[in-house]
């Protein structure tokens, strides 16, 4: 089932805020991409350190993201010499993730994918703007 | 050859030693070594005696729920069935409040901002871990082989951690690194072709996730994995000073109607590393050990079971180098509130002679009655390729 943000009649700034839960290094991108049309993707946040997190910021309005895509990309690696531990850590990797500004108000995601590839976690999230 | 040599020169010194300690004691000392004195990283397992094979990680409390209720249904009692677990509160509690930054205990960067190398040495207790089990064995040594059905709780934290600001300086620098090498792979244009992929599958695909994984799986590293190598060298490194410790529980059910307490322990250590030259991996080693040990069921010499309390301190100090460890260790054992009834103090000679042969020997005095002597020796085959260790 796609995840959809209903951005609606609003005509202000939609904001992101994505929340990367691990205890490894993380760095995240966010992309908007128009699945009917040609156009080249356009970056539109990326985390500032390593977290991973990207801290509350609006993303663009209406007339950039309505009917688009929203795909959130997290790379994190597991830290240590333990294989056993980091595959005991890897399912517990996981995002948050938080729009807001649109007519659906604050809604918050929490159901990326999570795939793992010793020692990194692949975290991929996309959310239908409507 | 010449290592072949050195390892029969070895066994043969080796077995004259052995030989030699037979008569005035136990050539392998079955009593408490400063090593059973560390603290236990799952002590509810520890307590019990336990090694279990397969240990629950729940994420969440929902998590740790089921797993209890279907270790019971398998059980066909009220009592779960060899059930254990191992977990982390805070990611119960705030898991927001997680990331890499407060694992190791330094600030996290502000945007735009030079990154604040400040330390943070009591990191360690918001990742204080619990450990439970429900297991049924027989711990109480009398002539009945019934088991008991026992439920043990432990936690381990580590109270204060002291790496020191060049290295906290060092880490920060490498972390950032790394983030600014990961944005870019995965915006370079292999990567995001990969992604542009993915983004457009379709979620309700049932085999959504497989698509998604098997793209995935084409991603190209970097420059990661060589800051990542990096990154876990300098955290390879031991802290200057570290203080650790452990407490424990373990109530058993002794029939259907009663519950006692059977043994309960608390473990705690101060250790400290000061490095021989500046980022050198050897080290001079003082440690602090100490254990409180309470047993409701433990028999003793006269063979008599009955309540008994423990206490163990013990200390070393050495020298660990890459190949070669020396150490003095001397432990103190307060057995039902008498002192110094039972010590030991001895000298550790550990050899690393290949990247899996080891050659140990333990030279002094031991517990149980004046003069006893130890004289031991022993040859480790080990699987890794770690340094030679103090415990």
Known sequence: MANTYNIGSSTGQISLEADIVSIGLAASVANITDLAGTDPDTQVAESTNATGNIDQQPIGDHTLLKGKRLSIQTKVTLLGDDAAARATQAPNVTGSYTLSGGDDGDKTYNNPVNTYQDPNVFLFFVVDLT | ?391
């Open chain 2, 1 to 391: 050859m010449k290592k072949f040599t050195l390892l029969f020169i070895a066994i043969i010194y080796g077995c004259t030693a052995w030989a030699q300690s037979g008569s005035a004691s136990t050539a392998t000392p079955t009593s408490t070594a400063i090593s059973d004195l560390v603290v236990p990283v799952s002590p509810a397992f520890s307590i019990t005696d336990i090694t279990p094979t397969l240990v629950q990680n729940p994420g969440t409390p929902k998590a740790f729920a089921l797993g209890i209720v279907e270790s019971v249904s398998q059980s066909g009692s009220a009592f779960p069935n060899n059930y254990s677990a191992e977990f982390a509160p805070i990611w119960w509690i705030d898991p927001k409040g997680i990331n890499v930054y407060s694992y190791l205990g330094l600030p996290v960067p502000k945007k735009n901002m030079p990154a604040s190398t400040k330390e943070n040495v009591f990191a360690g207790i918001k990742f204080t871990t619990v450990s439970i089990a429900f297991i049924n064995k027989d711990l109480i040594p009398d002539t009945s082989s019934k088991t008991q059905s026992i439920f043990s709780i432990g936690i381990h934290t580590t109270l204060v951690k002291v790496y020191g600001a060049d290295h906290a300086k060092k880490l920060a620098g490498l972390l950032d690194r790394w983030e600014k090498s990961a944005l870019g792979e995965l915006k370079s244009s292999h990567n995001d072709s990969l992604r542009r992929l993915m983004t457009r599958l379709d979620p309700s695909d049932t085999a959504y996730k497989t698509k998604i994984a098997a793209l995935q799986k084409q991603y190209i590293e970097d420059q990661t994995p060589v800051n990542l190598q990096a990154i876990n060298q300098l955290l390879a490194q031991k802290p200057y000073f570290a203080w650790d410790m452990s407490a424990a529980l373990a109530e058993y059910g002794v029939n259907n109607q009663s519950v006692q307490t059977g043994r309960a322990g608390v473990w705690t250590s101060l250790s400290s590393n000061i490095p021989l030259g500046k980022d050198s991996t050897n080290y001079f080693n003082m440690n602090l050990l100490g254990r409180y040990l309470f047993d409701n069921f433990q028999q003793n010499a006269q063979g008599i079971t009955g309540r008994a309390n423990n206490i163990d301190i013990g200390g070393n100090l050495g020298f660990a180098f890459s190949k070669l460890s020396i150490a003095v260790e001397s432990l103190y054992r307060f057995v039902n509130g008498q002192p110094n009834t039972e010590n030991r103090t001895v000298g550790i000679i550990s050899v690393k002679l290949t990247d899996k042969l080891y050659v140990n020997g333990t030279f002094g005095k031991d517990f149980a009655g004046p003069n006893k002597l130890i004289s031991v020796f022993g040859i480790n085959w080990g699987l890794g390729n770690e340094k030679v260790a103090l415990p």
